[in-house]
């Protein structure tokens, strides 16, 4: 066990069986490091801010566990990051995996977190909304279809419980 320099209130284990132990408070309570704060408001903040897939599955992380991890099958607090699938841990109790996009729009997209990260932005900032087309050019996609698919998780998440979306919404 460590001490982390950065957060002198967590212990962790740097590795076991190939895996990486997240940090764990001293009293017993899963603590994560935090990029506490607002979301960003500007262009330059939010590009500073989720640059890396790193940076993206820490807020995913953050955002789903605020008070440190809590495995969905047995409610223990310590986990495993796995090196072989990308934000996936691995409850160090019942070795239950689940990855920070589990039961998102993001789960199972073959799309990068940065990519997702970008899209919603493009379509929060924009006044009238975005287009597929306009997201398809905005973040350089092969093709419309993905454009497409990624506009309309977008959209659907959005809007709120019990309301539906208007038809020219899904152009």
Request: some cysteine; overall charge positive; aromatic content about 10%.
């Amino acid at each position: 066990m460590h001490e982390c320099p950065a957060h002198p209130d967590l212990v962790y284990k740097k590795e076991h069986k190939g895996k990486l132990l997240i940090g764990v408070g001293r009293a017993g309570v899963s603590v994560v490091s935090g990029s506490a704060g607002q979301f960003p408001k500007s262009l330059l903040e939010f590009q500073g801010r989720f640059a890396t897939e790193g940076a993206c599955a820490e807020y995913l992380f953050e955002r789903r566990w605020p008070e440190g991890f809590v495995c969905p099958g047995c409610g223990g607090g310590r986990a495993w990051l796995l090196k072989t699938k990308a934000f996936t841990y691995e409850c160090a109790d019942c070795r239950r995996q689940t990855s920070v996009t589990a039961g998102t729009i993001m789960h199972a997209s073959k799309l990068p977190l940065t990519m997702w990260f970008w899209a919603a932005f493009l379509m929060a900032t924009h006044s009238n909304g975005i287009s597929a087309l306009q997201l398809q050019s905005q973040l350089s996609l092969g093709s419309y279809r993905t454009a497409w698919m990624l506009a309309a998780k977008l959209r659907r998440a959005m809007v709120g419980r019990g309301r539906r979306l208007a038809a020219a919404a899904s152009s």
